[in-house]
């Protein structure tokens, strides 16, 4: 597979079959992670290639369709005017389903009281889980996650961690997490893909 950007080629010949469960993407700044990870739910379209997922080009399925299967998780905070549940409803529905806004918060990590609080008056890492929680409003199989603990001190940052690992045995997600941070990947996945400036290894 192949990948460009701005004239640039930014994944090239990659090869790579990302099992279900926990998975890391990672590498340095500028390797290529973040657009690989956007190519698992059709933000982009490789130049050359395909992406499968469960046997199916990606191309084959309906694209929101795919996204609320494989849902983004982005690394900057964007959460939307209004409540945490108004968020939240806001991703629900647009695929189609009635949130339990308690459960959907919970199992972000977040108590139900934050339901009713204004979502841009949040601390980030406070928004990052709102963002999660959003995500699994859409009732997932995959968790899509770019960075989710770059801007985070690291009592958030263990915080999300065993959030997202809970989630994992819980709920049975699996989840493809971005980071450039190798001792991260080992504490998060059974399986990583590390990206290098002009090389690829899994």
């Not at 099992?19 to 992670?33: L, M, N, T, W």
């Not at 997932?140 to 770019?146: A, E, F, I, Q």
């Not at 989710?148 to 989630?167: F, G």
Request: glycine content about 8%.
């Amino acid at each position: 597979m192949t990948l460009s950007r701005d004239g640039q080629v930014v994944l090239r010949g990659l090869t790579a079959d990302i099992p279900a469960g926990a998975s890391c993407i990672v590498g340095p700044s500028g390797c290529g992670k973040s657009s690989l990870l956007r190519l698992l739910d059709r933000l982009r379209d490789p130049d050359a290639g395909e992406v499968l997922y469960r046997g199916r080009d990606v191309r084959e399925y309906d694209v929101l369709g795919l996204r609320h299967s494989v849902s983004l998780v982005p690394q900057l905070q964007a959460v939307l005017e209004g409540t945490v549940a108004d968020n939240v409803r806001y991703a629900a529905e647009l695929a189609g389903r009635s949130p339990d806004i308690p459960t959907v918060l919970k199992h972000a990590g977040l108590d139900a009281s934050f339901a009713e609080r204004n979502a841009n008056q949040l601390s980030v890492g406070e928004q990052q889980r709102v963002m999660l929680a959003r995500s699994l409003a859409q009732e997932p199989r995959v968790l899509l996650l770019d960075e989710p603990t770059s801007a985070l001190d690291e009592d958030a940052k263990a915080s999300v961690e065993q959030t997202l690992l809970r989630l994992r045995n819980e709920l049975g997600l699996s989840y493809v997490l971005v980071t450039h941070d190798q001792e991260q990947a080992s504490r998060m996945s059974d399986w990583s893909l590390r990206l290098a400036l002009g090389g690829t290894r899994a």
